[in-house]
């Protein structure tokens, strides 16, 4: 998968965290970017670690099941360190 396509896979991935998670998130575009990114590469190496699978294409299932799961992940943590999460 080339760069940009994985930027753009870590964007919409981490918005999708951010839809899926409730309560407000804190952070833009870009934190959305960043975390999202991490998101993508935690859930490929979790994927590759346990269950054996890795961030293949960008069209690939199983890719963005990874990711996205990689992102909610990142971004529970980064609410808890950052305490900006709130619950309705």
């Not at 965290?17 to 870009?30: D, S």
Request: aromatic share 12%.
């Amino acid at each position: 998968m080339g760069f940009f396509s994985f930027l753009l896979l870590g964007l919409i991935a981490g918005a999708l965290a951010k839809l899926i998670l409730p309560g407000r998130q804190g952070g833009g575009w870009f934190v959305t970017l960043l975390l999202g990114v991490i998101g993508a590469m935690l859930g490929g190496w979790l994927g590759g670690m346990i269950f054996d699978v890795n961030l293949q294409g960008f069209f690939n299932l199983s890719t963005w099941l990874l990711a996205i799961g990689g992102s909610i992940l990142v971004l529970l943590i980064y609410g808890l360190l950052t305490g900006r999460r709130t619950k309705r």
